[in-house]
T-cell receptor
Framework: GQQLNQSPQSMFIQEGEDVSMNCTSS?????WLWYKQDPGEGPVLLIA?????ELTSNGRLTAQFGITRKDSFLNISASIPSDVGIYFC?????????????FGTGTSLTVIP | DADVTQTPRNRITKTGKRIMLECSQT?????MYWYRQDPGLGLRLIYY???????NKGEISDGYSVSRQAQAKFSLSLESAIPNQTALYFC???????????????FGPGTRLLVL
């Protein structure tokens, strides 16, 4: 199955620094989603993007739907220790009868106090 | 209360045993999915269902079966469990979503399965 190209795979940053990660695909999507997953838990939706060029914020998080519809990025400003976790991107495309979702392999974020 | 629930949260079983993982949702979504997650491999789709009478295989359906008992319930069965089915399993739901927007997916908390 198709996986999205997500980078970087891991990041180690100091508390207070900004973080940026992105996802790219060879195919276009109708929706881009960003999730955070804590160990042993399910992914939790952070931001959903529905239109090319859309820029959406959720607190210290900002994400954008790329103009080409083939990419998206997520920024976290002024990181704090509770930002630690794995961040996943997902793209949605309409298939016959409904939605198909494709996932990135995740960015593991470590915040050093 | 959680919108998507999974039972059990943890399960240990032996090779050859049949087991069932259950998923329930209160979001009113028609579409439900089962994924497995392995370290370094991300989420892989096992089966999905777009409504009660619709069942579709995902990319790794071999060794699994599903049942959509109602709009709110979607269960995953391992017919004869084997060790390489040890993984974290997630159920998810989504609304319909038109080409121009919508279509957001919500995950359950996961079931950690160990096959000995």
């Amino acid at each position: 199955g198709q996986q999205l190209n997500q980078s970087p795979q891991s990041m180690f940053i100091q508390e207070g620094e900004d973080v940026s990660m992105n996802c790219t695909s060879s195919s276009i999507f109708n929706t881009w989603l960003w999730y955070k997953q804590d160990p042993g838990e399910g992914p939790v939706l952070l931001i959903a993007l529905y239109k090319a060029g859309e820029l959406t914020s959720n607190g210290r998080l900002t994400a954008q739907f790329g103009i080409t519809r083939k990419d998206s990025f997520l920024n976290i400003s002024a990181s704090i220790p509770s930002d630690v976790g794995i961040y996943f991107c997902a793209g949605r495309r309409l298939a016959s009868g409904g939605n198909q979702f494709y996932f990135g392999t995740g960015t593991s974020l470590t915040v050093i106090p | 209360d959680a919108d998507v629930t999974q039972t059990p949260r943890n399960r240990i079983t032996k090779t050859g045993k049949r087991i069932m993982l259950e998923c329930s949702q209160t979001k009113g979504h028609d579409r439900m999915y089962w994924y497995r997650q392995d370290p370094g491999l991300g989420l892989r789709l096992i089966y999905y269902s777009f409504d009660v009478k619709d069942i579709n295989k995902g990319e790794i359906s071999d060794g699994y079966s599903v049942s959509r008992q109602a709009q709110a319930k979607f269960s995953l069965s391992l017919e004869s469990a084997i060790p390489n089915q040890t993984a974290l399993y997630f159920c998810a739901t989504s609304d319909f979503g038109l080409a121009g927007g919508g279509g957001t997916q919500y995950f359950g908390p996961g079931t950690r399965l160990l096959v000995l």
